[in-house]
């Protein structure tokens, strides 16, 4: 840095919207500091994660879909369907161990079956997924009906509410694993690169010789599979499962995606971005709880966010071009 100077790539990053989110991270975690002195405790920044640690890992490969330029409306459905169907094993008398790769494969197979109709027939995703949301979540109630499942193996009841590695619970270690691996995945393969072509333009990415449906096919079995681990994550936390196991994640989870900058059109995104959102949400909903705002409050400010990550990021682009074609007009 000479003569004082930011760099041009620095003050880039910094201007980018990522580095909005990073502004805005820093503001909540003062002021939940200033307004609470067990904010910044290593406990409570685990209980931060914790509590909404199935979300926030859908939120990873929904990133995935939504820069391929689909939407997955059934994640949370999914999310349901296998913590009911281990639920409904374990009660049949198969062993929890069994159970729980079956489990994953029942999401894998929900990922799948969206798949066929959005690959193989041209479906929008938006239609498909809303239907499967429907199907899926009636699935889940089928197998339990009105009743709770509990009385789980303490081995797994453990593995959800207890630390495995120092204060960390085991959901909040995949998490960061995930994390690490969707971000290589995304930001440094070819795959990667070829999901960012297809969501800015799939006739041309198929044009170049890309396997479109193959790409598509794979991210919507993710999608099913991670939305799979999250139920189990989620049946362990809480010890117990219900037909209306994370009803309504899914508007969580896609506000999560769109506030950290990737586009609802495709092609635009970036795993920093999510995991910035991410800390916004979970720091705005601590801060918000610190101050006895109520449950039903919160999920309007999470509405208006979502109104605002769809607005902020077009309004910024037509700034860019307006200031761009006065530029070249000089």
Partial sequence: MSGGRIPASLRAQLASWEGFLLLVVVLLVLLNALASP????????????????????????????IINGEIDLSVASVMGLAACAFGWLVQEGMPAGWAIPLVLGIGALCG???????VALGLPSLVVTLATLIAFRGMARILVEDRGIGDFPAWFDRLGQQPLAGPFPLALILFAVLTVIAFVILQRTAFGRRVYFIGSSREVAAFS??????????????????????GLLYAARVGAVRGDVALGFELDIITIVL????????????????LLSILIVLNLRNGMALANITGHIQTGVLGVLLILSVMVPA???????????REVAR
């Avoid at 506030?259 to 795993?271: A, D, K, Q, R």
């Fill in 315 to 325: 309004i910024r682009d037509r700034a860019r071009r307006l200031f761009g074609a």
């Fill in 259 to 274: 506030l950290g900058g990737v586009s609802i059109f495709g092609g635009v995104g970036t795993i920093t971005g999510t």
């Fill in 209 to 230: 010789g890309v396997d479109v449906g193959r790409v598509k096919a794979a991210i919507f079995v993710a999608s099913g599979l991670v939305s799979a681990l999250a």
């Fill in 112 to 118: 799948a079956f969206n798949a066929v109709f959005i």
């Fill in 38 to 65: 067990f904010f910044l405790t290593v406990q409570n920044q685990i209980n931060l994660f914790q509590l909404s640690v199935e979300k926030i890992i859908v939120a990873l490969v929904m990133t995935f879909v």
